[in-house]
């Protein structure tokens, strides 16, 4: 079986655009989290899409964005990029919603300018 | 103050080495969850937990829920257990909080 997806692996914008992460979940798992991970932050969760709804959302403001489509596929969007929000952006997959096993994605490491 | 609170933040072994990393948490939860980060990013989950005790291969997690606390073993340690491990929890006020330790970066040198 296929593992987490996530496209594009590596992106450089400058402060100010939007940007999109895609992640393609593990066939059949009908959970997508998302989690930004910074040197001085750590991991921090961003949100949980179970089922095309958001289930759970992290501290985060409002540019951060994110949906899930009927195929499980999903998407988060930041807007109005900042310096700060240079970080790996790494998404996971689940059967089911809450507890369960989450497998990982390599990331998309994204640099803002 | 953070949740999760992991503990060391380094730890340089020798191979053969039996090591502990320990994970104490604030807030009530419905599971924990262990996870392995080796350098480049890629994050695997080695066991998630509500009560007790798991085994896979030479690593054994448990928790005390009464004390919050948990531990992540590793037996006989390997340079390929090199790597970060970071302890998270499911849980908070709304129960589906995810809140994460700082982690413990382990270096087992041959």
């Known amino acids: 079986k296929a593992g987490v997806t996530q496209t594009p692996r590596y992106l450089i914008k400058t402060r100010g655009q939007q940007v999109t992460l895609s992640c393609s979940p593990i066939?059949?798992?009908?959970?997508v989290s998302w989690y930004q991970q910074t040197p001085g932050q750590g991991l921090q969760f961003l949100f949980e899409?179970?089922?095309?709804?958001?289930?759970n959302k992290g501290n985060f403001p409002g540019r951060f964005s994110g949906r899930q489509f009927s195929n499980s596929r999903s998407e988060m969007n930041v807007s109005t990029l900042e310096l700060g929000d240079s970080a790996l952006y790494l998404c996971?997959?689940?059967?089911?919603?809450?507890?369960?096993?989450?497998?990982f994605g390599p990331g998309t490491r994204l640099t803002v300018l | 103050k953070n949740e999760v609170e992991q503990s060391p933040q380094n730890l340089t072994a020798q191979e053969g080495e039996f090591i502990t990393i320990n994970c104490s948490y604030s807030?009530?939860?419905?599971?924990l969850h262990w996870l392995q980060q080796h350098p480049g990013g890629g994050i695997v989950s080695l066991f998630m937990?509500?009560?007790g005790k798991k085994k896979h291969g030479r690593l054994i997690a448990t928790i005390n829920i009464q004390e919050k606390h948990s531990s992540l073993h590793i037996t006989a340690s390997h340079p390929r257990d090199s790597a970060v491990y970071i302890c998270?929890?499911?849980?908070?006020?709304?129960?589906?909080?995810?809140?994460f330790g700082t982690g413990t970066s382990l270096t087992v040198i041959p």
């Open positions: 996971a997959s689940s059967l089911e919603a809450g507890l369960d096993t989450q497998y």
């Open positions: 998270a929890v499911n849980g908070g006020s709304t129960g589906n909080q995810f809140y």
């Open positions: 807030v009530g939860i419905s599971a």
């Open positions: 937990l509500s009560s």
């Open positions: 066939s059949g798992h009908r959970s």
């Open positions: 899409y179970f089922s095309e709804t958001q289930r």
